[in-house]
Each structure stands twice: as C-alpha cells, then as structure tokens.
C-alpha cells in the first residue's frame, strides 16, 4: 500500500515539475535559449559556405543551387530559356560539377527565380545569406498575422508559441538547408490571418503567392 501510496506522489510530483517547465515563463525561456543556439549554428553555417559545394564535393545548402540557378538565368537576361535543361546543365556543370557537385535542375515556376534575381548579385554566400533573412522575414509576418488570432492567450503564452514554431527542428533544418520550407509557412500563416480578418484580396494575393507549391495552393483554396 505505502509503496502505491509512493507511487503515487511520485507522479503527481512529476506532473507537477512538467506543468511548471512547459508554461511561460521557463518554456519561454528554454525557447529563447535555443532559437539563440540556432542563431549562433546559422551563423558558423553562413561563415562555413563559400560556393555550391563542401569540401567533400557535395551539394551545399540544400535545393539552393537549384533556386540559385534560376536566379542567374533571370537576372542574366535568360528568363525565356528559364526551363531550358540543357542551358541549366551547361551553367551548373562549370559552377557546380567542376567542383564535384551534382546537376540539381530549377523546376519551380517562375516566381521564385524572380525572387532569386537581385540576390545573385551578392555572390553565393551573400545570396544565401540573403535567402535565409528572406525566409526568416516571411515567416516572420506570417506569424505576426496569426498573432491577434489567438484569443484569450496571455502575451507570453503567445510568445512562447511563436517561438517554439520558430525553433520546432524541422523548421530550423530547413532553413539551414536553403530550403523554402520556412517560406511556405509563413505565407499560409499570412493565408489564415487574412482570411480570419476578411481580407479576401489579400488572401488571394497570399495564395497566389503560395502557387510555387502548388499542392498547398490546392488545399487552401478547397478550405
């Protein structure tokens, strides 16, 4: 009987320290210190990337040669051959495969090369660098979009919530990866704050934008 008796308050005590950890203000806490974590890891990332590959040959930053290389055929005066593999493959094989890369095509429609275009101009790293920032402001508004949405919510709860997106891993490791993940996010979030507030042109702006996934775009409109 003592010993269930032990059990018992052994749980309710664990309960209890989980309830404490996982409410403002100490979650907000542990979140701020590990989005400062994945600041300080983007960083060494950004001051590790010199060109498309590593050192070891292979693909650096994710899809972001191929996002890269559509924004030199747009801001190159090449936008009507955007789609022309060959010109893509003759580009990356002296960009990339001479330094032991592999082809990666742009297949995305045309929106995300004009994006692409004037961040070129910064050079691989400073494109990158510039990519992330972008990403990083998208999704950014898109939060803030959804902000007033969550009603009876306390400002640090609030907070704690846009920050665990933020640092949820998936989320992180895309952006890492120069992937458009982030971007993604954030412009659905942007959806959904426009449409809670009835602003049905900025939603379909919004969704217009989103049409670079178009399965997304798909299942938005359906909702």
Same mark, same amino acid.
């Given at each position: 009987?003592?010993?269930?008796?032990?059990?018992? +308050?052994?749980?309710?005590?664990?309960?209890?320290?989980?309830?404490?950890?996982?409410?403002?203000?100490?979650?907000?806490?542990?979140?701020?210190?590990?989005?400062?974590?994945?600041?300080?890891?983007?960083?060494? *990332?950004? /001051?590790?990337?010199?060109?498309?590959?590593?050192?070891?040959?292979?693909?650096?930053?994710? !899809?972001? &040669? /191929?996002?890269?290389?559509?924004?030199?055929?747009?801001?190159?005066?090449?936008?009507?051959?955007?789609?022309?593999?060959?010109?893509?493959?003759?580009?990356? /094989?002296?960009?990339?495969?001479?330094?032991?890369?592999?082809?990666?095509?742009? *297949?995305?429609?045309?929106?995300?090369?004009?994006?692409?275009?004037?961040?070129?101009?910064?050079?691989?790293?400073?494109?990158?660098?510039?990519?992330?920032?972008?990403? /990083?402001?998208?999704?950014?508004?898109?939060?803030?979009?959804?902000?007033?949405?969550? !009603?009876?919510?306390?400002? &640090?709860?609030?907070?704690?919530?846009?920050?665990?997106?933020?640092?949820?891993?998936?989320?992180?490791?895309?952006? $890492?990866?120069?992937? &458009?993940?982030?971007?993604?996010?954030?412009? +659905?979030?942007?959806?959904?704050?426009?449409?809670?507030?009835?602003?049905?042109?900025?939603?379909?702006?919004?969704?217009? $934008?989103?049409?670079?996934?178009?399965?997304?775009?798909?299942?938005?409109?359906?909702?």
């Amino acid at each position: 009987m003592s010993d269930e008796r032990g059990a018992a +308050i052994s749980v309710a005590g664990l309960s209890e320290v989980l309830e404490k950890v996982t409410r403002p203000p100490l979650i907000t806490a542990m979140l701020a210190v590990l989005l400062s974590s994945f600041l300080l890891v983007a960083l060494l *990332n950004l /001051a590790g990337t010199t060109g498309p590959t590593n050192d070891d040959g292979t693909i650096c930053c994710g !899809d972001f &040669t /191929a996002f890269w290389t559509g924004g030199w055929l747009v801001a190159s005066g090449q936008g009507p051959q955007l789609y022309d593999l060959d010109l893509q493959v003759a580009y990356q /094989a002296e960009f990339v495969a001479s330094n032991g890369g592999s082809f990666q095509p742009y *297949n995305y429609p045309p929106t995300l090369a004009l994006v692409m275009a004037p961040m070129v101009l910064a050079g691989y790293r400073g494109a990158f660098a510039l990519f992330g920032l972008f990403s /990083a402001t998208v999704l950014g508004l898109g939060l803030a979009s959804v902000w007033p949405h969550l !009603d009876g919510w306390r400002t &640090t709860a609030r907070a704690s919530a846009m920050m665990a997106v933020v640092a949820y891993h998936p989320v992180m490791a895309t952006m $890492l990866g120069g992937q &458009t993940s982030a971007i993604t996010l954030g412009l +659905i979030c942007a959806h959904y704050g426009a449409v809670r507030k009835g602003r049905w042109v900025l939603a379909g702006v919004v969704l217009g $934008l989103i049409a670079y996934k178009p399965q997304f775009t798909f299942v938005l409109a359906l909702w």
